[in-house]
């Protein structure tokens, strides 16, 4: 327990128990013996629970905020694959040692086969772990770029509106009788979409 408080734990201790916090919890989560949590909160008249809804929910959004920060996560995630990377690099590095190390008049045929099958094992690790941080055949599908068909847009008269109500009139009247009502006339202006 620390014998002299600060302005910022006493703060602390104010804002924990404006939050609901009760004074053991508040002594254990400061270090505080649980007497001098009780003077603070005295002294600086602090309510249990007087902290408001609003301020309680702002609090809460800004550690979400905090939690789900993109560039904190990419970040993180990063420091991860280097650290993936450096242990891939350092376990290698003890298996040459190791196996440049092999005496074959010194050591037994078993024990040689135990040294080799674990440096395979361990390789094998090293290379997964590289493939899951570093997915170079995934590269190649994130560069490409695909070509976009290309979409043209026109702005519809009231002719081209009745024109299709027309069309649509037709299409239903010929699902109901089952004749076709176009005529070769008609059934060579419908317009079709081409994609270019």
């Known amino acids: 327990m620390s014998s002299k408080t600060t302005p910022d734990i ?45 301020l309680v929910e702002q609090a809460r959004q800004g550690m979400l905020n905090t939690a789900f920060d993109l560039d904190a ?30 005496d074959p008049s010194t050591s ?3 024990q ?11 390789i ?4 997964k772990v ?5 997915p170079l055949d995934r590269l190649a599908e994130a560069t490409h770029v695909e070509e976009l068909s290309e979409l043209r847009i026109r702005i519809m008269t009231d002719d081209d509106v009745r024109e299709i109500r027309e069309q649509q009139r037709r299409e239903a009247a010929e699902r109901i009788t089952g004749n076709s009502l176009l005529t070769e006339e008609e059934d060579n202006g419908v317009v079709e979409l081409v994609q270019d």
Do not use: F, N
């Open 10 to 54: 006493e703060a602390q201790a104010v804002i924990l128990r404006e939050a609901g916090y009760s004074c053991p919890a508040i002594a254990e989560k400061l270090d505080l013996s649980l007497s001098t949590t009780k003077r603070i909160l005295k002294r600086r008249s602090a309510v249990a629970g007087a902290a408001t809804e609003s």
């Open 73 to 102: 996560a990419q970040q993180h995630a990063a420091a991860l694959v280097l650290d993936d990377l450096a242990l891939s690099r350092m376990i290698r590095g003890g298996i040459v040692e190791a196996v440049e190390a092999l």
């Open 124 to 127: 094998d690790l090293t290379q």
């Open 112 to 122: 040689m086969m135990r040294t080799l099958v674990a440096a395979a094992t361990a």
């Open 130 to 134: 590289a493939r899951r941080a570093l």
């Open 108 to 110: 037994t045929p078993y």
